[in-house]
Structures are given as structure tokens and as C-alpha cells.
């Protein structure tokens, strides 16, 4: 199957409530320009250097998401351009945003990373944590960021019930901010669910899947 073959397909698969990122980390250019052949302009990229230079050379209405994990120093380098970052994890790193937002005269999208996985590896906050950040004063004072979502990843593992679970925690979490908003947090987007559990992710409610693998067949 050709990558368009695969994008038409699993896009045709989606119901309006659910978006897809093509995961392009570690594809060449001329892959990417595929994509985007096919008509798809949403790309997913999980490091910072990778996605500026690819942000560099190809067409300026591609939306361009963060996924993996976001040093403080590195938030600068995608300031200007990014429309989502999936990894935010701590009260520090949301404030560098909104420093560099501020700079760069936007408003950056963030989601919180919510740990979900019972693996040592993965990152982001606890339940406790994420509450704690999204209730805290200091994140009153940030008025260039939004939080409009939680993204967490599940255990790697073929037991399609224990993946269910942590996604419908991830998912009852979320329900509990359905009244709460204010003017930088109010929540829209759940992005949970990759090539290999994304039909598992969008049973409990996810909005945005990342889906890299089965689009362009297995990384080297
Ligand atoms: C690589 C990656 C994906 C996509 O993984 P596939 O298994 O190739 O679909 C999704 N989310 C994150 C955070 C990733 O780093």
C-alpha cells in the first residue's frame, strides 16, 4: 500500500470527532511531501531539531504538533510556528511557553502529558500532579498559552483490556474538567491512541490520534 493508500484509508475510517496526526519522525522530506500530496497537513514530529528543519523546507500550511518530550531551553526553536505541543509536564516548561509565545506575539496550544502507562519510561504528570498544575496561581499569570487537552500513551503490551483501562482513566479525568474553564484552560482535545491501539483509544473517547507506523510501515 502506498502511504496516500494509507492515509485515505484510515482517515475514511475516523468519525468528524477525531483527528488524525501523521507521525513523520525520522521520515525523509520526500515522504513527508507525500503526505501532504495526499492532502493531509496535520504532521506530528517528537523532536525539536527534526521539526525545525522540516518546518524549514516544506509548504507553510502544514499544522505542525510537538509530541515527544520538550526541554526548556529547545521551546524557543518552535515558538514561532507550533500549533500543538502534546508533552507539556511541568509548571516550568509552561511558563518558558508563554515566555516565548509572548516573544513571538501568539498564543501556543498545549495539552498536559498525563502518565497513564504502568512503564518506568514514559513521561508526564500524575492525576495528582496535573491537578495540582492546573489549579495552581501561577498559572493565572500566563497569558499566552492554552491548555485545551491531555495526551497519554499507553503501556506497550497486547493486552487490549489493559490499554482500555488506561485510556478510560485518562478519559475520566478529562470529564472532570467538562465545567471548568478559564481564560487559558479549557479542554477540547484528548489526544491518546497510536498505530497500534488508536481503534482502542478512540472507543473511550479520544479526539486526536498519532498514528506514524501505519502509515509509513515500520521505522528503521
Ligand atoms: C512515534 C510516536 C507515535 C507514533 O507511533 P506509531 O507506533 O509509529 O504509530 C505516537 N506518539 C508519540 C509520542 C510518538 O513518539
Redesign the pocket.
Known amino acids: 500500500m502506498s502511504i496516500a493508500n494509507n492515509i485515505h484509508k484510515i482517515k475514511s475510517s475516523l468519525t468528524p470527532q477525531v483527528t488524525l496526526i501523521a507521525?513523520t519522525?525520522t521520515h525523509p522530506i520526500n515522504k513527508l511531501q507525500e503526505v501532504y500530496d495526499a492532502g493531509h497537513k496535520i504532521f506530528?514530529e517528537?523532536k525539536v531539531q527534526e521539526l525545525v528543519d522540516k518546518y524549514a523546507v516544506l509548504p507553510k500550511d502544514i499544522e505542525w504538533h510537538l509530541?515527544?518530550h520538550l526541554q526548556s531551553n529547545k521551546v524557543k526553536y518552535i515558538a514561532p510556528f507550533v500549533s500543538l505541543i502534546?508533552?507539556v509536564d511541568s509548571l516550568k516548561l509552561l511558563q518558558e511557553i508563554d515566555k516565548q509565545a509572548e516573544k513571538n506575539n501568539r498564543i501556543i496550544n498545549c495539552l498536559l502529558q498525563i502518565y497513564i502507562a504502568k512503564e518506568e519510561t514514559k513521561f508526564g504528570l500524575s492525576f495528582e500532579e496535573a491537578e495540582q498544575l492546573i489549579h495552581c496561581k501561577e498559572l493565572e499569570v500566563l497569558k499566552n498559552i492554552k491548555i485545551n487537552g491531555f495526551m497519554g500513551?499507553a503501556t506497550n503490551t497486547k493486552n487490549n483490556e489493559q490499554i482500555s483501562n488506561e485510556f478510560k482513566s485518562l478519559k475520566a479525568f478529562y470529564d472532570q474538567f467538562s465545567n471548568f474553564s478559564t481564560f487559558n484552560f479549557q479542554l477540547s482535545n484528548l489526544s491518546m491512541g497510536?498505530?497500534?491501539d488508536y481503534q482502542l483509544a478512540i472507543e473511550q473517547g479520544s479526539t486526536l490520534i498519532?498514528?506514524?507506523?501505519?502509515i509509513f510501515g515500520q521505522?528503521s
Open positions: 507521525v519522525k506530528g517528537n509530541i515527544g502534546h508533552s500513551m497510536m498505530s497500534s498519532r498514528v506514524g507506523s501505519s521505522r
